[in-house]
């Protein structure tokens, strides 16, 4: 419950955008576990100088509680004016890192050292943003499942310059990745092995038991294989032909894998689309409610693997 008030807390003060810069509104300030020892030791100072009457003391506690009071400040300015923007976010496969690209920027003449961007507990990036030209950062992101996936809000945080204070904000660039299911090794490829609907392609080799059609009668050739019903007709004598049929084109089917569960099937069909670029070879890819003609390539590849990735949680599975 309350994660829930904090994260629409967030939303309303924090929006979530491509590109955000930092400012008073979306920055936190808090002492960190050295500054609360600081803060402690100051304490002690005061009241071993108000104790003993030390002036030396006093003086010394004064200029510790001006130096404490003044570091919050510096540690806000620190990211008050960075500007973050979403480059690029990478495909990923399904139990992999997630890979997104974030450009820093400053906004003014003000540096930006020691920034931590990172989306906890992954350690991130530390960068220093000194010079005017942008800094960019890759951030990586465990992914279980596939699908499109929502990336969780990212912290930027700073301790610069004493480690006392932290200064950090929860900002969302809008990071979505695009998951391909994990790849399943379901055997070679299935040359042939189609059973979807459609025109296919044949391809035919003697000797098989489908009738190829009619040739010219040469000795030696079989009589069962003679022509008879045309020579009876008064035309010359044929031999019949004969051959067997296969598809050309190599189809990556949904209902080759039947009997499996629907998360499988996907990655066994993943798995046969990797192998068949690494092949080299043409393929086209058959799933429920979707056909991706044979072909071959990045884009084709991409086109298949997306197929897969957006695949309904709840899809035929039988």
């Not at 960190?32 to 030396?56: K, Q």
């Not at 010359?236 to 039947?258: N, T």
Request: proline fraction near 6%; charged fraction near 20%; charge should be positive.
């Amino acid at each position: 419950m309350l994660q829930q008030r904090w994260l629409r807390w967030l939303n309303r003060r924090l929006p979530a955008a491509p590109t955000v810069t930092l400012n008073h509104r979306k920055l936190f300030v808090l002492p960190t576990a050295a500054g609360m020892g600081f803060l402690l030791l100051i304490i002690l100072l005061w009241l071993l100088g108000t104790n003993y009457e030390n002036n030396l003391v006093l003086a010394l506690v004064f200029m510790l509680v001006g130096v404490f009071v003044i570091l919050p400040v510096h540690t806000f300015a620190n990211l008050s004016g960075l500007k973050l923007r979403l480059h690029e976010v990478e495909p990923a496969f399904a139990g992999d890192f997630g890979r997104a690209k974030i450009v820093l920027e400053k906004t003014g003449k003000r540096s930006h050292e020691r920034v931590r961007v990172c989306w906890p507990p992954e350690e991130g990036a530390l960068v220093d943003i000194t010079g005017s030209e942008p800094v960019e950062v890759t951030l990586e992101l465990p992914l279980v499942r596939r699908g499109k996936v929502r990336a969780p809000r990212i912290r930027v945080e700073s301790r610069f310059p004493a480690g006392l204070f932290k200064c950090w904000s929860w900002v969302d660039l809008e990071v979505e990745f695009l998951v391909y299911p994990q790849p399943r090794s379901a055997g070679p490829l299935p040359w042939g092995a189609s059973v979807g609907e459609g025109e296919q392609e044949k391809t035919h080799s003697a000797g098989g038991d489908d009738f190829a059609g009619l040739k010219s009668y040469q000795a030696g050739d079989s009589l069962r294989h003679v022509a008879w019903k045309q020579f009876a007709g008064g035309r010359d004598l044929y031999s019949k032909e004969y051959a067997s049929g296969s598809d050309a084109r190599l189809w990556l089917d949904w209902d080759l894998l039947a009997g499996r569960e629907l998360e499988t099937r996907l990655s066994n069909l993943c798995a046969w689309v990797l192998d068949a670029e690494r092949a080299q070879v043409a393929y086209g890819l058959r799933i429920p409610g979707r056909t991706l003609t044979p072909a071959i390539g990045a884009a084709h590849r991409q086109q298949a693997l997306t197929l897969l990735a957006l695949f309904p949680v709840h899809g035929v599975s039988s």
